[in-house]
């Protein structure tokens, strides 16, 4: 079978010939990244036509009221799905929609949104068809990743009975709705949140779910604004379930 380009060993030194049909192949393969350049430009023009010095003002201040804890796929844009603009919402995002006390990349924006910017809401928002959710309902071997999607293969577990009473067909989804409802648990028994509220800082969490499939965001019916209620809206958001998601 003949070998192709990019399955040939690197050895080097490589002859010219070899390196010109290396280059080729790569530059023919290579996304246009210029596109995006174009493509930014376009939008940035759009955007100051319609708002005259938006970008000027944008960039010297920054007080968004929402810190977003989304996952990190590509179909799920925070400030689009909910209709704000650049400086509305403090973004954080991850595989999975994940808050976990040890990750400090997510522990880092959460002090910083909530000490610094003040915001006054936190979004913890999955969404259905997460393909992390999916892998740890499957328990599919993706790599390294493995061992991130461990936190929502513990929820799994931890709801095993309540799961496995569903129908197949509604598994995937029901765990995507678990998995945000521990992660606002997780969110509101860290230290920066406990503190705020401690504190008196007008601060709130919020469980959401979104559908790829129609483009709506579904409450789960977990917003918790002090420590005091954290029980009674954990059981009752669990008895919202099954899925909300559409048919």
């Known amino acids: 079978m003949k070998q192709k380009l990019y399955d040939i060993p690197n050895h080097y030194p490589l002859n010219s010939s070899r390196r010109r049909a290396i280059d ?18 376009a939008w940035a023009k759009e955007i100051e036509s319609r708002e005259p010095g938006f970008f000027a003002a944008l ?20 400030n689009q799905i909910v209709g704000l603009v650049p400086g509305e919402v403090f973004v954080h995002r991850n595989v999975g929609n994940v808050a976990v006390h040890t990750d400090l990349n997510y522990m880092s924006a959460l002090q ?11 979004l913890v928002v999955g969404h259905y068809g997460c393909g992390g959710v999916l892998a740890a309902l499957h328990g599919r ?6 061992n991130w999607l461990r936190h929502i293969q513990d929820i799994r577990i931890k709801h095993a009975a309540l799961l496995d009473s569903l129908p197949e067909s509604i598994q995937a989804e029901s765990l995507c709705e678990l ?9 509101c028994r860290s230290t920066v949140v406990h503190e705020a509220w401690q504190s008196g800082q007008k601060l709130s969490v919020h469980g959401w779910v ?38």
Do not use: K
């Open 141 to 146: 071997r993706l790599g390294l990743i493995d």
């Open 179 to 187: 998995n945000v409802i521990e992660q606002v648990l997780n969110v």
């Open 24 to 41: 080729q192949h790569v530059a023919r393969n290579a996304p246009d990244i210029n596109r995006l350049f174009e493509q930014n430009r």
């Open 210 to 247: 979104y559908s790829l499939s129609d483009g709506l965001i579904r409450d789960l019916h977990i917003s918790l604004s002090d420590h005091g209620a954290m029980s009674q809206a954990y059981d009752s958001a669990l008895a919202a379930l099954p899925s909300l998601a559409p048919r």
């Open 112 to 122: 910083y949104a909530v000490d610094v910017l003040g915001v006054r809401h936190v």
């Open 59 to 78: 960039s010297r201040q920054q007080s968004p009221q929402y810190l977003w804890i989304g996952c990190s796929d590509s179909r799920v844009p925070a």
